[in-house]
């Protein structure tokens, strides 16, 4: 039954082992990978990188951080995009480095303790021996949105620095965690908004080539002995969705061409859905080329409409596996058990 649910990553719990102990257990059967749940920082995703490794940059000037809470005390993560952390790169520098190779990010620190918590636990039977420990990485478009760039011929004084930061990070985490044992996830949003004209003074026109880039520069440095996934997200930053598209269109056109140019194999494509039920948004489904990959839709959620989305879904895409349509981290830790137990169900329904 492995690899009927997939959990996208971050789950608001304190440690690895909460996590673990929380859906791993109950849950393990069902996955092909477990993620530690993006604990701490990773909470809350790009803004950890913004305010934990670009703010403290030299090389980069702080434009506007989040407001303060009402109390007047400093807030770290944004309420929503026009909360966000802004930069510019400081005059006279053409390209942004960054130091501590393998290091800097913190995805590879992170990894490697989260991993020996995830081996501790399949040791003592909590999660089942057949699980791959997932650590799921922002791409690199969805680490430097245009919003946080006023400026943005910014962003290409910076990308090519954070994409070698990020190979390194790879590296890294393979060269600590056996790679039959990992499973690693590029989580896609701003490449998703871009790909459906969704980024303001971006055109449509090229918006899936100039997101491939950064898949050919990363993706092949992920050894084929490692599973790969990709996460597509209509994001959650101030609400879900951030964007709602009429149809799963360019969606499909985006995983499509992200699958052909890995340069490897992929073995799994996670795609939201919006809460509707119409042939409209789900035809789109039939053009999907996986080339061997699991695909999983993002359809845990709104659950008394559940049934209806996964019988329209079915039409157009026979087989697939299920998840939410984004990772926990913004949910209050009151809705965990409602969203173990959503899952679950899922999991059932989808099963008869």
Known sequence: MSGELLLVGSIPLDTPEDVFRTFGEPLGKYLFAMPDGEVGPRRHWISRVHYQVLAAHPELEVVQRPAPDENGVERQQPRNAADAWWFKVRDGIDRVRFGDPGWRLGYARDAVNSYFVFRTMKEKGVLPSHLRFQVSIPMVNSVLPPRIFPNRKDIDKVRPGYEAATRAEIAKIVEKIPASELAIQWDCSTELQDAYGAIAGYPLEGAIERNLI???????????????????????????????????????????????????????IHIPVLDRSDDLFYAPLREL????????????????????????????????????????????????????????????IAAL
């Open 289 to 348: 080329q996986p080339q061997g990959a699991r695909v999983y839709l993002g359809a845990v959620h709104n659950m008394p409409r559940f049934e209806k989305r996964l019988a329209t879904a079915r039409k157009y895409l026979p087989d697939f596996g299920l998840g939410a349509y984004c990772g926990f981290g913004r949910e209050p830790t009151s809705e965990l058990p409602n969203i173990l137990n959503d899952h679950l169900r899922a999991a059932q």
């Open 214 to 268: 950064e898949v050919r520069n990363l993706s092949p440095h992920v050894p084929r002995e490692v599973a790969l996934g990709y996460h597509f997200c209509f994001g959650t930053l101030g609400g879900w969705p951030r964007f709602a598209p009429d149809d799963l269109g360019q969606a499909v056109k985006l995983a499509n061409a992200f699958v052909a140019a890995s340069g490897r194999p992929v073995d799994w």
